[in-house]
């Protein structure tokens, strides 16, 4: 897997810079200097994201050539890729569903692809996450997040 994760670590590191760069282009709210601000967490996020490429990168070039034989993507991509899916679905579904929702149901998506089945367990993160989340992102960081058609 040496290739793989070569190309996995190019990919993630072109993907942190991406968004590296489109932290440049928000608009500040009305927190001053003094504060974090609202390009703090995902600047730090696309930093950690380059980091753990750069990461993996240098491990694939020590790492054995076991596997390599074996085809780039195995049947273990398909999560991963699903993973991607819903969260492409849930940029677009913000919008219009608002923050909120969107992201309970982005929650219970993953969940659910990723083989969780207990229902106590899926019913209460996504809806701790999303709560967690937003009192983070609103209350404490001053973040405006997308209402959608039912101000939530």
Known sequence: ?????????????????AALYQTTLFDQTLITDNYLGATFFPRMVAIAMIAMAISLLWGSRKAKAEGDGEPMFGPGILRPLAGAVIVGAYSWALGPLGFIIS????????????????????????????LIIYWVFYKLLTVPLPEGIFFL
């Open 1 to 17: 897997m040496k290739r793989a994760d070569a190309v996995t670590a190019l990919i993630f590191m072109a993907l942190g810079g």
């Open 103 to 130: 992201t309970v149901i982005l929650n219970l998506a993953i969940l659910l692809t990723f083989g969780v089945k207990k229902i106590p367990l899926l019913l209460m993160l996504p809806i701790g996450a999303t």
